[in-house]
């Protein structure tokens, strides 16, 4: 899914949790390496202001190669390992406060492990470099994109839904 996906979802379903914007940042970090990415490239002049409205998955992947160093972040944030590493971290009473963050983290390689077909990510890094292949794609159209991309803005829409209702609801 896109990023915002993962937040929108995370609070869909945490928003009745005092800490639902930790669910929701945690739910989106493994991807802000692409919008630090983004940033570099607007700055450099690689890409323009108007060409994010077009930019898809295929077109991001295609900058990677220029970016090691942003490999090798998404790598680390990908990573299951790592997150079962900093996981067991927030069971110590001392950091056990960033737990709904880490959950949240864990919840997008979740949906990530899901949703990426040919591009799956390396769960398992840095151990391996085996990744998990989802017989569905959130983008690419070879493993059913269409089919998913109705099916999840029909969600998305029911929920959105039944947001706007129940805050409608309980203003009045």
Known sequence: MFTWHHGF?????????PDVWQFVAGSMFPDYIYLVLISVMLGKGQVAWNDLLVMNPSIMMS???LYPWAVKID??????????????????PIINKG?????????HLLIDGLTHAAYANFFLYPISLL????????WEPQYFAAEFR???????????????????????
Do not use: D
């Open 9 to 17: 979802w995370l609070y869909f379903f945490t928003r009745r949790r």
């Open 63 to 65: 900058f990677l190669p």
């Open 75 to 92: 790598l680390i944030g990908h990573s299951v390992v790592i997150w079962g590493i900093t996981f067991l971290f927030t069971l110590l």
């Open 99 to 107: 737990q709904p963050f880490v959950i949240g983290w864990g919840t």
């Open 131 to 138: 990744g998990v292949h989802s017989p569905i794609s959130y």
């Open 150 to 172: 109705v099916v999840h803005n029909m969600l998305i829409i029911m929920a959105t839904s039944y947001l706007i209702y129940h805050y409608w609801k309980k203003k009045k």
